[in-house]
């Protein structure tokens, strides 16, 4: 991983500070340190992000879809070796879910901890997906958590002081259904990153890396054709619905199995528009880019 930055010139002085992180606090061996399926390419982003925790402060991932939050957001947690707990916010997210509740074990009354609670003890870092879905009160009780007291107040225990490694990685989409503006007050404890639009180039070496066997001029193609949906979407031409990094590289991978590329885009791609007219350029994009009968193998031998 550290070789990974260094092939997009990450700051030196970062990555120094980075190793020395890693030597002193690292947990290597623990099995939520998890290497991420996927890396993350831009270089701005990486360094804005690394600087942030390695000042200990809390970083909020703001954009559109298919900027990558959730993956360098597992790259952080690998990248500081540090084990990480996963929370989904949805409107139904409360202290219960977030911290724990008691509950009955061998016929007495225990503490089941959340995954707050065991991010803030191991010293874990805690990645809170889709943060603005949750109501502003469910919230609200990680004020103290996040800010510079860094505790957790249970009622009838002890406070919990945060291990101080423990960072808090969030992430949120505008425009999403059931989404809403995060306050002033929770804004206010994190670091915030705008999330840029995956580039041409980086969407080449992602593809690349995750993909070394796939022939060239058909990468291309696939990038072309992504570029281009992109492009639509920011014109305001179509959805984000079509514009998915996932759904290509799912595609992809269902190539790889065997089935043909232009159906393979389809299922990832175009099959995202469900409004008919929208779907219809989409498919036209596709039709520009990638040949609908491909009889030749996409990947090398």
């Known amino acids: 991983m550290i070789e990974y930055l260094e092939k997009q010139n990450v700051d030196k002085k970062l990555i120094n500070q980075l190793e020395i992180y890693r030597k002193?606090?690292?947990?290597?061996?623990?099995?939520?340190v998890i290497e991420p399926e996927f890396k993350y390419y831009g270089k701005e982003v990486l360094e804005e992000a690394i600087s942030a925790i390695l000042a200990?402060?809390?970083?909020?991932?703001?954009?559109?879809?298919?900027?990558?939050?959730?993956?360098?957001?597992?790259?952080?947690?690998?990248?500081?070796?540090?084990?990480?707990?996963?929370?989904?916010?949805?409107?139904?997210?409360?202290?219960?879910?977030?911290?724990?509740?008691?509950?009955?074990?061998?016929?007495?009354?225990?503490?089941?901890?959340?995954?707050?609670?065991?991010?803030?003890?191991?010293?874990?870092?805690a990645i809170l997906d889709e943060i603005n879905m949750a109501k502003n009160e469910a919230i609200s009780v990680l004020h103290a958590t996040l800010d510079h007291r860094r505790i957790?107040?249970?009622?009838?225990?002890?406070?919990?002081?945060?291990?101080?490694?423990t960072r808090f990685i969030a992430t949120m989409n505008y425009g999403y259904v059931g989404t809403r503006e995060v306050n002033e007050a929770l804004a206010s404890r994190f670091m915030i990153i705008s999330m840029p639009n995956i580039s041409r180039e980086n969407l080449d070496k992602l593809l690349k890396d995750t993909y070394p066997k796939l022939k060239e001029k058909y990468r291309k193609a696939f990038i072309d054709m992504f570029i281009s949906l992109q492009s639509k979407s920011e014109n305001n031409e179509i959805s984000t619905k079509s514009v998915d990094l996932r759904g290509l590289m799912s595609a992809i991978d269902t190539m790889q199995i065997g089935l043909n590329?232009?159906?393979?885009?389809?299922?990832?791609?175009?099959?995202?528009?469900?409004?008919?007219?929208?779907?219809?350029?989409?498919?036209?994009?596709?039709?520009?880019?990638?040949?609908?009968?491909?009889?030749?193998?996409?990947?090398?031998?």
Do not use: C
């Open 24 to 32: 002193e606090n690292g947990l290597f061996d623990n099995r939520r």
């Open 56 to 125: 200990g402060k809390n970083i909020l991932l703001t954009g559109a879809k298919a900027t990558g939050k959730n993956v360098l957001s597992s790259n952080l947690s690998y990248l500081f070796a540090r084990p990480s707990w996963n929370v989904s916010f949805h409107v139904n997210t409360d202290f219960n879910s977030l911290i724990g509740a008691d509950t009955f074990k061998n016929g007495e009354v225990v503490f089941r901890k959340g995954p707050i609670y065991q991010a803030a003890t191991n010293g874990g870092f």
């Open 152 to 165: 957790i107040d249970l009622p009838g225990y002890e406070k919990i002081k945060l291990d101080p490694n």
């Open 261 to 301: 590329p232009f159906d393979a885009i389809m299922m990832g791609i175009a099959n995202k528009s469900f409004d008919e007219f929208e779907r219809q350029i989409v498919i036209d994009t596709i039709n520009t880019k990638i040949p609908a009968n491909i009889e030749e193998s996409i990947f090398n031998d």
